[in-house]
Structure formats: structure tokens, C-alpha cells
T-cell receptor, first 113, second 113 residues
Framework: GAGVSQSPRYKVTKRGQDVALRCDPISGHVSLYWYRQALGQGPEFLTYFNYEAQQDKSGLPNDRFSAERPEGSISTLTIQRTEQRDSAMYRC???????????FGPGTRLTVL | GQQVMQIPQYQHVQEGEDFTTYCNSSTTLSNIQWYKQRPGGHPVFLIQLVKSGEVKKQKRLTFQFGEAKKNSSLHITATQTTDVGTYFCAGPQGGGSQGNLIFGKGTKLSVKP
């Protein structure tokens, strides 16, 4: 079937606005991950879920960032009161389980003006 | 905290030359994964190594996991232009959070035809 999809692909927002980034994982994948990737860097872990349970959120930079996966499928990463330093590529990945290979989505390029 | 380091940061080779990238972790890893990211693309899983001293081959690519499970390498024989991209290694954070992958900064490979 289809791979991991993310929307929107590009998001431009003004400082102080809230944004919600969506991830639709591969059907049947138990684990879902959120990363942030700066240009020229490797993906930086933010948080991950098994089913609907958030297993680890230690990578979320501060309390403006939150994520949910209420039905164990689609996930939303929310950034409140965005700041310019939040500008980055946000990537979602999914896997059959947390010990398996991760399949990455195309990412959402967030620009905060 | 745990760190995963890769060298070199950049590698420029002539088509047909060999290429090697090295990955070192500050802590022992339960496993190590390698990903390739083409310019403008997303990370794509290549392989996972689990056993101490493990060696795996995929056509012209050879992956090794060190005896102490703290280092790994990827060797490409007779590079081709299709090998262009950034190669990342990644290992689990540990402490029970298998899904929390720590990525290295990557080695960017360019191949001159």
C-alpha cells in the first residue's frame, strides 16, 4: 500500500501562531515516530508511540510541543506559540514494532516568520 | 548523554572508487541501523545489525558491527553515481526506549562521473 504520508508538505506561519502537523503511517504499523531534521543534520528524535500510547517524549524541546495518536493510527504534532527557532523539517516515521526498520514520510517543512 | 558520531562528514570520490563511513557510539548499542538519504529525499532504511562482530552485505555495500557493539562501518565498493546521498547510522537511546533512535550527523557522499 501507500507509504507514510504527511500534511501539509509546507507550512509557513507567523511567530506566535499554533501549528498542527499530521502524519498518516503505513497501515498496520504499531510504532510511530516524530523527528526534526535541520539542514545538513541527522534526524533528531522528538517522541514515539506504540499504538495510542506515547512511549517516550524525552526529545520534545519544551512544553510548547505536544503529540497525540488517539486511535493508534494518525498522529498530530502540535507546536503552540511558534518561534523562529522552530523552523525545520519535521519528519514522521512508522514501523511494525519499535525494534523494526523505520519508514519515513516526506516531511513537513515548517517556516516561522 | 549518548552520542553517535560519524566520520567523515563529507567524502568526494571518483566513480569506481571505494567509500567507507565510520560510526562510533559513546555507549554500547543493542543494535545499529543504517539509512540513506538522497538529496531532497527522506531517510530510507538500508540495514540493521544486531550481533557483535556481525558483517552483512548488500551487493556492493558491506556493513560491519564492532565486537564491542560501539562502532560500525559501511563500505561501498566501486561507487556509482546512484550512491550519491547522505548515509546515517542510528542506534537506540537505550534504557528501555528502543524506539528512541539517536542518529549520527551523517556522511555526505558525492560521486564524480
Amino acid at each position: 500500500g501507500a507509504g507514510v504520508s504527511q500534511s501539509p508538505r509546507y507550512k509557513v506561519t507567523k511567530r506566535g501562531q499554533d501549528v498542527a502537523l499530521r502524519c498518516d503511517p503505513i497501515s498496520g504499523h504499531v510504532s510511530l515516530y516524530w523527528y526534526r531534521q535541520a539542514l545538513g543534520q541527522g534526524p533528531e528524535f522528538l517522541t514515539y508511540f506504540n499504538y495510542e500510547a506515547q512511549q517516550d517524549k524525552s526529545g520534545l524541546p519544551n512544553d510548547r510541543f505536544s503529540a497525540e495518536r488517539p486511535e493508534g493510527s494518525i498522529s498530530t504534532l502540535t507546536i503552540q506559540r511558534t518561534e523562529q527557532r522552530d523552523s525545520a523539517m519535521y519528519r514522521c516515521a512508522s514501523s511494525l514494532g519499535s525494534y523494526n526498520e523505520q519508514f519515513f514520510g516526506p516531511g513537513t517543512r515548517l517556516t516561522v516568520l | 548523554g549518548q552520542q553517535v558520531m560519524q566520520i567523515p562528514q563529507y567524502q568526494h570520490v571518483q566513480e569506481g572508487e571505494d567509500f567507507t563511513t565510520y560510526c562510533n557510539s559513546s555507549t554500547t548499542l543493542s543494535n545499529i541501523q543504517w539509512y540513506k538519504q538522497r538529496p531532497g529525499g527522506h531517510p530510507v532504511f538500508l540495514i540493521q545489525l544486531v550481533k557483535s562482530g556481525e558483517v552483512k552485505k548488500q551487493k556492493r555495500l558491506t556493513f560491519q558491527f564492532g565486537e564491542a557493539k560501539k562502532n560500525s562501518s559501511l563500505h561501498i565498493t566501486a561507487t556509482q553515481t546512484t550512491d550519491v546521498g547522505t548515509y546515517f547510522c542510528a542506534g537506540p537511546q537505550g534504557g528501555g526506549s528502543q524506539g528512541n533512535l539517536i542518529f549520527g550527523k551523517g556522511t555526505k557522499l558525492s560521486v564524480k562521473p
